[in-house]
């Protein structure tokens, strides 16, 4: 029975999460929801969670609000989300970076994406997409994913460990790890991008065995020692089966944030050429620009925005949405 207490915070929530309420607890300062968001799509979920948490956490004796989105189980059985790796031979080129904003703009195209960080050591997807200090709760042993302002829900390990706590797990627990966040409430998702760790360890060997990605998409700077590491990364794909979708050149070309010219301090066309050797598709280049890192790191991506970075990753996101919607064909072509 709720008690006056529920009625009352009750009471605080929008109209619409009130008409959704499944259940409402306040204990020790948490504030616990569970909402039921049958029908909705992504950028309504997130408008509910928000919506529901910004009127909770007003409240003086609420530290924390947890929200759980639910989906009604009958009717037919959806299928599982197909995988869209995101992988890079060597770290710091930028492949989480790209995860985000591939993934919110494939969003903006109207393809229901959610976005897994399987880097478990290092996880930075919470704060690319300006969700730190949330956790994830879960339901039914299965972690639902963290809602988003941009529609793309999450689920990082930045979700479930406190900033800066130490990852000292050996590999078998990592890759149990990235198997809780890949097996969780995924279902409203007909895409899941992945952020692979860079290199070829436990995770991506779990990631390769037990959810086969539909195809990868490589990262690379122009250096070129990245390319060769690029190549590697390359190899441990299509080793494991799996499809390239393109390779993709980030930090290509330098932006001056004062007069906006462009100019190729590791000289152009890298990317391409060696897209070409290998045999796999070019998806474009994203431009070394200081908005870029800077929007990240505030956990605005730009590809939600609409300026020239915004346009650098909605090209990107049309190769690779014109590759899904033909994947067979082209992982045929491409053997
Ligand atoms: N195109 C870009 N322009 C400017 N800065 C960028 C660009 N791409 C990435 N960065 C910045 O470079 C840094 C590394 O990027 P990111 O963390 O995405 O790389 P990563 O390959 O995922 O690294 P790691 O392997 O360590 O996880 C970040 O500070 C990010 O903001």
Same mark, same amino acid.
């Given at each position: 029975?709720? @008690?006056?207490?529920? #009625? =009352?915070? +009750? *009471?605080? $929530?929008?109209?619409? %999460?009130?008409?959704? &309420?499944?259940?409402?607890?306040?204990?020790?300062?948490?504030?616990?929801?569970?909402?039921?968001? @049958?029908?909705?799509? #992504? =950028?309504? +979920? *997130?408008? $509910?969670?928000?919506? %529901?948490?910004?009127? &909770?956490?007003?409240?003086?004796?609420?530290?924390?609000?947890?929200?759980?989105?639910?989906?009604?189980?009958?009717?037919? #059985?959806?299928?599982?989300?197909?995988?869209?790796?995101?992988?890079?031979?060597?770290?710091?080129?930028?492949?989480?970076?790209?995860?985000?904003?591939?993934?919110?703009?494939?969003?903006?195209?109207?393809?229901?994406?959610?976005?897994?960080?399987?880097?478990?050591?290092?996880?930075?997807?919470?704060?690319?997409?300006?969700?730190?200090?949330?956790?994830?709760?879960?339901?039914?042993?299965?972690?639902?994913?963290?809602?988003?302002?941009?529609?793309?829900?999450?689920?990082?390990?930045?979700?479930?460990?406190?900033?800066?706590?130490?990852?000292?797990?050996?590999?078998?627990?990592?890759?149990?790890?990235?198997?809780?966040?890949?097996?969780?409430?995924?279902?409203?998702?007909?895409?899941?991008?992945?952020?692979?760790?860079?290199?070829?360890?436990?995770?991506?060997?779990?990631?390769?065995?037990?959810?086969?990605?539909?195809?990868?998409?490589?990262?690379?700077?122009?250096?070129?020692?990245?390319?060769?590491?690029?190549?590697?990364?390359?190899?441990?794909?299509?080793?494991?089966?799996?499809?390239?979708?393109?390779?993709?050149?980030?930090?290509?070309?330098?932006?001056?944030?004062?007069?906006?010219?462009?100019?190729?301090?590791?000289?152009?066309?890298?990317?391409?050429?060696?897209?070409?050797?290998?045999?796999?598709?070019?998806?474009?280049?994203?431009?070394?620009?200081?908005?870029?890192?800077?929007?990240?790191?505030?956990?605005?991506?730009?590809?939600?925005?609409?300026?020239?970075?915004?346009?650098?990753?909605?090209?990107?996101?049309?190769?690779?949405?014109?590759?899904?919607?033909?994947?067979?064909?082209?992982?045929?072509?491409?053997?």
């Amino acid at each position: 029975m709720p @008690s006056e207490n529920d #009625a =009352a915070l +009750r *009471a605080l $929530l929008p109209r619409e %999460a009130a008409a959704r &309420l499944q259940s409402l607890r306040l204990s020790d300062g948490v504030a616990t929801l569970v909402l039921d968001a @049958s029908g909705l799509g #992504a =950028a309504e +979920r *997130a408008g $509910l969670e928000i919506g %529901a948490r910004k009127a &909770l956490e007003r409240e003086s004796d609420i530290a924390e609000v947890r929200v759980a989105l639910m989906a009604e189980r009958d009717g037919p #059985a959806k299928p599982a989300p197909r995988i869209l790796a995101v992988g890079s031979g060597k770290g710091g080129v930028g492949k989480s970076t790209l995860s985000t904003n591939l993934a919110v703009a494939l969003a903006r195209r109207g393809i229901k994406v959610g976005l897994v960080d399987a880097d478990i050591y290092g996880p930075s997807q919470a704060r690319l997409l300006g969700t730190e200090g949330t956790k994830a709760l879960a339901h039914d042993k299965k972690l639902v994913p963290v809602a988003t302002r941009w529609g793309v829900p999450v689920l990082s390990m930045g979700h479930l460990i406190e900033p800066g706590q130490a990852m000292a797990w050996r590999g078998p627990m990592a890759a149990g790890a990235l198997t809780q966040l890949l097996e969780a409430h995924w279902e409203e998702a007909e895409v899941l991008v992945v952020d692979l760790p860079p290199g070829t360890g436990d995770v991506q060997l779990t990631m390769l065995q037990k959810f086969k990605p539909a195809g990868a998409v490589i990262v690379t700077t122009p250096q070129d020692l990245a390319l060769i590491d690029a190549t590697r990364a390359i190899e441990l794909f299509t080793k494991g089966g799996v499809p390239i979708v393109g390779l993709v050149e980030n930090m290509a070309g330098y932006v001056c944030p004062h007069c906006g010219e462009e100019s190729d301090p590791f000289g152009h066309g890298g990317g391409e050429t060696s897209a070409r050797g290998l045999g796999i598709d070019f998806l474009g280049r994203i431009p070394l620009d200081i908005a870029i890192r800077r929007q990240s790191d505030a956990g605005e991506p730009p590809a939600a925005g609409d300026g020239p970075q915004a346009e650098a990753f909605a090209a990107l996101a049309a190769r690779v949405a014109d590759w899904l919607a033909a994947p067979s064909d082209r992982a045929a072509g491409a053997a």
